[in-house]
């Protein structure tokens, strides 16, 4: 039980943060690679994996997130919101050299945390990690570990491996080791096609084929073991959509039980280790209009599932409305205070 002070905290699990250009970073580097970065012109690089940075994705009402103030006055006022957990992507996630993008991720924490998260105590961080070396990304975990403001880690749904292999579980020891969430972010390294038939056409199939990569990445952290092997980690899928976690639920338990002697690790079914383990982001929601149907997706998914969410700043709703779920003022706040309090262990062990 939540205590009462706690209780009325309304919670946004996902809005996004732009890093203005490489430039910003350079003074967060260390000498060597500040001499790199400047001299290789790196910093005038556009390193951008976030299409927050795209005109038409973002609201004609609310600008991109390049300042706090902006936050304030388009989110974090407007919704009543109490606490904001940012997510920043950017290209240090994608970079083929490790070295360098495990240089970039620490001054983009460390920027994240001089430009936002002190300037606004609402703001919450994830930290992002340089996944092309789990070890080194595990090490940033416990840098980051002793500031508490911030409660997750990210990950892209599309990189160079299936994020269940067991390369990357340094990443998972250490994030249940010190109480962060894993999210998993749509999003690419762009270096290998989002179709196993090849490159698409046109962004609208990419965006897309976002919700497919988080399938695939779920799957893999399923199957291979990841939450048996770490039964205190909570994933939050992030810009994934809803509503095809039924029917991916509905076949994975089928094919479980006539297979499961190929993955004897998994004790329980999978949509058993979803349920416990695994929470989705509100937005973008892409269900129906109709609100008895809304209602019986919420159920077939299950409320303790879903976390609210704006997005900001994407286009993902019309008005100041972000919820789908009207007149439903119980379940809103199980969806804003009781589950994400639930899920981040971090928050919850500091505000309780």
Known sequence: ???PLVSEKKIDCDIHITLPSTAKLVPYLDDYWREQVTTRGIDRLELTSDISNIGPAIRP???L??????????????FGTDIAICNCMYGAQAVYNADLAVALCRAMNDWMADEFLSKDERLRGSVVLPWQHPQKAAEEIERRAADRRFVQVSLLAGGDTPLGRRALWPIYAAAEAHGFAVGIQAGTAYRFAPWTNGWPSYHIED??????GIQSQLLSMITEGVFEEFPKLKV??????VTWLPPFLWRIDKLWRGLRMEVPWLKRSPSEIVSQHVRMTLQPFDGPDDAQLVQELVEQIGEHMLLFS?????WNFDGADAAPLKG???L????????????YARLREDLT
């Open 61 to 63: 009402d609310w600008k």
């Open 328 to 330: 439903q003022p119980e």
């Open 236 to 241: 939050v899928l992030t810009d994934s959509g």
């Open 207 to 212: 965006q897309v084929s976002q919700s497919v």
């Open 1 to 3: 039980m939540l205590q």
């Open 310 to 314: 704006t997005d900001y700043p994407r």
């Open 332 to 343: 809103m706040r199980k969806l804003r205070t009781e589950n994400p309090f639930e899920t």
């Open 65 to 78: 997130g390049a300042d706090v103030q902006t936050i304030q006055n388009a989110v974090l006022d407007r």
